[in-house]
């Protein structure tokens, strides 16, 4: 039984199993590629996309628990918060690999709409569950404190 999810504001009817992850239906079968896998067992927030508008992973989450949710990934963010994190993200030169970034946005972006002025411990927590083997944390909190602004 084919699945409507929508995603980025479109519908898409997709044949995956139940169960499937919705990291793999949105890359495999949707085409959909920034969002990442990285560990899969939901322990990095690589593979962070908001359902509903809350920032969600992936990898953890099969298709049928979200059939009926909005699902927003790193390719279709708009928006003043979007906008802000982008350029804070370039103006502080964030990414270093860049692999766990699109994760990184999809959480900050929803901690500032959540809470429009954070303050360090608020970052720290809400971004907690997204690793970054490079170390760029440092840079992540300076671009949501100067996105904030
Ligand atoms: Fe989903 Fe790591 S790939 S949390």
């Not at 919705?22 to 085409?31: A, N, P």
């Not at 927030?45 to 049928?64: F, K, N, Y």
């Amino acid at each position: 039984m084919p699945y409507s999810l929508s995603v980025n504001g479109q519908v898409h009817l997709v044949e995956d199993e139940a169960q499937t992850p919705l990291l793999w239906v949105l890359r495999d079968t949707l085409k959909m590629t920034g969002t990442k896998y990285g560990c899969g067992v939901g322990q990095c927030g690589a593979c962070t996309v908001h359902v509903d508008g809350q920032p969600t992973r992936s990898c953890s989450l099969p298709l049928i628990a979200v059939a009926e949710s909005e699902i927003t990934t790193i390719e279709g963010m708009s928006g003043a918060e979007t906008r802000a994190v982008q350029d804070a993200w370039v103006r502080h030169d964030v990414p270093q690999c860049g692999f766990c970034q699109s994760g990184q946005i999809m959480s900050a972006v929803a901690l500032l709409r959540a809470n429009p002025a954070p303050d360090d411990r608020d970052i720290d927590t809400s971004m907690s569950g997204n690793i970054c083997r490079c170390g760029t944390y440092n840079r992540i909190r300076a671009a949501i404190r100067d996105a904030a602004q």
